[in-house]
């Protein structure tokens, strides 16, 4: 099942399915059916899939929107997607693809070796990434940092779960990042990594059944300037040197998590300095079978 959210005309909030390019409208706010946080926390709760949820909840009957007609920038004047969830809290996963380790070791000022260590050792590098104001959904617009000259996205496969840790859902996930000031000093990370706009996800949730194995997955990123691709990657899931399962444990440790909480999974595309983002960059990335995110770039602090 693919799960979105998106906004018609009036400004309201609607919850929707994806059936056949079609978005189904399933909001139903006489079961308490608001948003996707709603789908979710029931599924958490009762310990059942969002599928369940949107059986239990959902109305049925609601109108219909062809999908590519919301595909478009956030408006007054037209119903548009929107973020497919609101999460509580984002976390980030770092070097878990070797390609990631070794581009951070052979650029940073600091000692050989320190990213390549956290790539074979035990204990995963994991960080806080962002809360729901300071993310965005497809077509909105992410950031580039006012104090940065190589803000760059990361293409990343990102899971939804539960406050118990289970996986209730995939997303794509661009996890906007300063490289040069991680680079500067690692103990410049948070910097380097939250921002208004650093983090975009959409367009859909979509559940383990449909979405299938996530480590047979292809994860494409490209960069597009004055309508022209001047950058275009792809790493493959099956690289990732943790299971996801993995990630969740050590995210959960000690450090209860609310349902909704998103979890980037990691990087294998490295976006070099070259191709930094500019004001007016279109940043795309695909994850085939679970979506494409398309994000405009703009500079901070204007």
């Known amino acids: 099942m693919r799960i979105v959210q998106f906004i018609v005309g009036s400004g309201l909030r609607r919850v929707g399915v994806v059936e056949r390019n079609r978005v189904i409208d399933v909001t139903n706010p006489a079961k308490g059916l608001w948003s996707s946080l709603d789908l979710i926390a029931w599924a958490d ?18 109108r219909s929107y062809a999908l590519a007609e919301l ?10 997607l929107d973020i497919p969830l609101d999460p509580p809290e984002v976390w980030g996963c770092g070097v878990t693809y070797r390609k990631s380790a070794e581009f951070r070791d052979e650029e940073t000022d600091q000692p050989k070796g320190m990213y390549d260590y956290v790539y074979a050792a035990p204990r995963p590098e994991i960080f806080f990434k962002a809360t729901a104001a300071r993310c965005v959904g497809p077509n909105a617009t992410i950031g580039i940092r006012s104090d940065s000259q190589f803000t760059a996205p990361e293409p990343e496969l990102a899971i939804v779960v539960g406050s118990d840790g289970r996986i209730l859902a995939y997303t794509v996930a661009d996890d906007v990042s300063a490289w040069d000031i991680e680079r500067e000093n690692p103990l410049y990370l948070p910097q380097s990594k939250i921002f208004q706009g650093c983090c975009a996800l959409g367009p859909s949730m979509v559940t383990p ?25 792809r790493a493959e899931t099956s ?29 294998g595309v490295i976006v070099s300095a070259e191709h930094a983002l500019q004001e007016g960059d279109v940043v795309e990335i ?17």
Request: proline share 7%.
């Open 45 to 62: 709760r009762e310990r059942r899939d969002l599928a369940a949820a949107v059986h239990a909840l959902g109305a049925t009957g609601g």
């Open 71 to 80: 595909d478009l920038p956030p408006s007054t004047a037209s119903a548009y």
């Open 209 to 233: 059944d449909e979405a299938g194995s996530p480590y047979e997955l292809t994860v494409i990123g490209r960069i597009y300037r004055h309508g022209r691709v001047i950058f275009d990657d």
């Open 239 to 267: 690289r990732i040197k943790r299971k996801l399962e993995e990630l969740v444990t050590y995210l959960s440790r000690d450090n209860p998590i609310p349902a909704g909480t998103v979890i980037c999974t990691g990087t």
């Open 286 to 302: 695909e994850v085939p079978g679970i979506g494409i995110l398309r994000n405009p770039a703009r500079r901070l602090g204007k």
